[in-house]
């Protein structure tokens, strides 16, 4: 969707390794937020950002850090990939449209 | 926090027909989501209501803020109209401005 876009669209990574998802919008939001969605859970939030260096965690938030050094970006890293994170993550941000949110178009990580 | 219960958890129906999708949340809100989201792909907002109804084209979505209810409807279906449709509400009390997901309608249109 216009004004946000999430990097990489797919990713396979091994057991342990280091992954770096990227979330950019271009409408200047202040609210970002990551997301998982797994099967039978649902959408769940594991970080949000209400501003520049300003972060705070998720319900699962375990295994997951993240950074926002500018506005426009969102960053979830994954410092040691495990099989239990094999999901797909969407990024969000939080704005003043008629619909409030706007989700990206998701990364599908599988770590084997 | 916030509990979301949607239902059905999964419809199929005929092209043609009229679809009803249900969720119930357990606090009160001030406005709620209906998302959609089509097989392996991403996640789309249709609406954000606060009272009343609105109209999109053949979708329409309704909330009874008193009984913590909404409905979403889907007049003449449609084939292209088969996804996932997820109501989400504010989690109040929990991270700023996260909301909270049901777990979705899988929603299929046979021709």
């Known amino acids: 969707d216009a004004g946000i876009t999430q990097s990489p669209r797919h990713k396979v990574t091994e057991t342990g390794t280091p992954v770096t998802l990227r979330c950019h919008q271009t409408?200047?939001?202040?609210?970002m937020y990551w997301y998982r969605q797994d099967p039978g859970h649902g959408l769940r939030l594991i970080h949000y950002?209400?501003?520049?260096?300003?972060?705070d965690k998720g319900e699962v938030s375990d295994g997951y850090s993240v950074s926002r050094s500018k506005t426009e970006d969102f960053l979830l890293t994954l410092e040691s990939a495990t099989s239990s994170q094999t999901s797909v993550y969407f990024c969000?941000?939080?704005?003043?449209?008629?619909?409030?949110?706007?989700f990206g178009s998701g990364t599908r990580l599988t770590v084997v | 926090k916030n509990e979301v219960e949607q239902s059905p958890q999964n419809l199929t129906a005929q092209e043609g027909e009229f679809i009803t999708i249900n969720c119930s949340y357990s606090?009160?809100?001030?406005?709620l989501h209906w998302l959609q989201q089509h097989p392996g792909g991403g996640i789309v907002s249709l609406f954000m209501?606060?009272?009343g109804k609105k109209k999109h084209g053949r979708l329409i979505a309704t909330i009874n803020i008193q009984e913590k209810h909404s409905s979403l409807h889907i007049t003449a279906s449609h084939p292209r109209d088969s996804a996932v449709y997820i109501c989400?509400?504010?989690?109040?009390?929990?991270?700023?401005?996260?909301?909270?997901f049901g777990k979705g309608t899988k929603l299929s249109v046979k021709p």
């Open positions: 969000a941000i939080r704005g003043d449209s008629r619909y409030g949110y706007t």
């Open positions: 409408e200047n939001h202040r609210y």
């Open positions: 950002s209400y501003g520049v260096k300003d972060t």
């Open positions: 606090v009160g809100i001030s406005a």
């Open positions: 209501l606060s009272s």
């Open positions: 989400a509400v504010p989690n109040y009390g929990g991270s700023q401005g996260n909301l909270i």
